[in-house]
């Protein structure tokens, strides 16, 4: 969400839960700690009091703020309809936080960095130097390479790439930073797919990172500046704008409420939209066929998805017009995989619990392949060590299609 920092509104957005604790079942930390500070309604009540200058801002009020997944099932479920996320978005930007140096935020906005660090762990991962760092590190970092997928080396991009045949429609390509620095093969491969169906695909050169992980550290600032260069550089009215990982989607779609931006930030986000979500929409004029493929697949929904873009039906729908292929929903989600952003870095214990319950399911539903939008919830799903192989939907369309 755009960042409000201006106190009276937080305390107004707070002011307007009724305490009716609605949310408290769908919230993952509270169905962990099974306790009133790590619900949705505490966090509301300590951020409130925080703002008012009613108490200070202690080491424990901190953590039960930090604690929070910003999943948003509080906000899907609020009959008083009180924006969570943009709350503590807010909230975060005034309270203490410690930032390294290095932090992992800071790495992933600034694109140089970001193809640097690519270079760097292609070339650990390649010579094995980075199992060495799995020994030395920190905790946290050694969490971080543990739950790297295999890293490509990033690939420079064109600015258009021209349907293949007769051009049925035109989109823009939200990249993402971490095509910058875990390899772009998936956004070639989505290139390359939406091509061969007929739709020419824009890639705006000067776009940046969504500025998601800036605003939920409380870097207001940072995340205003790279939300304002996103929609100057997606400026071309009416087409839509694709999305890759369902975060980012997430992340574009809280533009509209950006603060002096004027209408271009509601019609840049209306223009926001999930890859499969328009997949979907296209394969219903055009005739495709998918190879047959006879294995079992589960697809997991990430919050972002589930909360936020809401476009979550259409992933199943879209699997299910390839032959053969069996297609259910993982079952047991707490409401959030343990992700969460730097979250299953930084909260491990309760990030490995809430990841328990979907290893579980993989395992009794004896899935081939999970499918999931978000690159977080497929590193952290992936360092749990399941038997299935974990893909983004794009990757087995494009497979099926012998791309
Ligand atoms: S459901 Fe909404 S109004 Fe009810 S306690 Fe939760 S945040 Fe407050
Ligand atoms: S955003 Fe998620 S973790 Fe945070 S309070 Fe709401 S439901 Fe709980």
Redesign the pocket.
């Known amino acids: 969400m755009p960042v409000t920092t201006d106190k009276t509104s937080l305390i107004a957005e707070a002011d307007k839960c009724v305490l009716c604790g609605m949310?408290a079942p769908?919230?993952?930390?509270?169905s962990l700690a099974q306790n009133e500070n790590e619900?949705?309604r505490g966090?509301l009540v300590l951020g409130k009091a925080f703002l008012s200058g009613h108490v200070e801002a202690t080491d424990t009020l901190v953590e039960h703020i930090d604690h929070?997944?910003?999943?948003?099932?509080?906000e899907s479920s609020c009959p008083s309809g009180v924006k969570?996320g943009a709350f503590m978005d807010g909230l975060r930007s005034h309270l203490p936080h410690q930032e390294p140096e290095d932090d992992f935020a800071n790495i992933l906005i600034d694109q140089q960095q970001r193809r640097a660090l690519n270079k760097k762990l292609w070339l650990g991962q390649k010579s094995g130097l980075l199992s060495i760092g799995k020994v030395v590190l920190d905790s946290n970092r050694k969490r971080l390479l543990k739950s790297l997928p295999k890293v490509q080396r990033f690939q420079e991009l064109d600015n258009h790439y021209p349907a293949q045949g007769s051009e049925l429609a035109k989109v823009m390509l939200f990249t993402g930073c971490n095509s910058e620095l875990l390899g772009n093969t998936l956004v070639l491969t989505a290139i390359e797919l939406l091509t061969r169906l007929g739709v020419s695909v824009e890639i705006p050169p000067t776009q940046e990172c969504c500025g998601g992980l800036s605003r939920h550290h409380g870097d207001a600032d940072k995340a205003n500046d790279l939300e304002l260069k996103n929609i100057s550089a997606f400026a071309e009215d009416n087409i839509p704008i694709l999305t890759l990982a369902s975060g980012c989607g997430a992340s574009l779609l809280d533009y509209r409420s950006l603060k002096n931006s004027g209408n271009s930030a509601e019609s840049f986000a209306s223009r926001v939209t999930d890859i499969n979500h328009f997949l979907l929409e296209h394969l219903q004029s055009i005739e495709t066929t998918f190879k047959p493929l006879n294995k079992k697949i589960v697809v997991h929904t990430p919050c972002s998805m589930k909360n936020v873009m809401r476009q979550d039906k259409a992933i199943p729908t879209l699997l299910k017009m390839i032959p053969e292929l069996k297609v259910t929903l993982l079952n047991g989600q707490r409401g959030?995989c343990g992700a969460a952003g730097t979250y299953m870095y930084e909260q491990a214990e309760s990030a490995d619990a809430l990841r328990e319950p979907i290893l579980a399911d993989l395992a009794t539903q004896q899935a081939d392949i999970l499918v999931t939008t978000n690159i977080g919830c497929s590193m952290h799903i992936q360092a749990g060590k399941p038997k299935a192989e974990i893909l983004h939907p794009i990757e087995l369309l494009a497979k099926q299609l012998d791309i």
């Open positions: 949310c769908h919230c993952p930390t509270y619900s949705p966090r929070c997944l910003l999943c948003r099932s509080c969570f959030c």
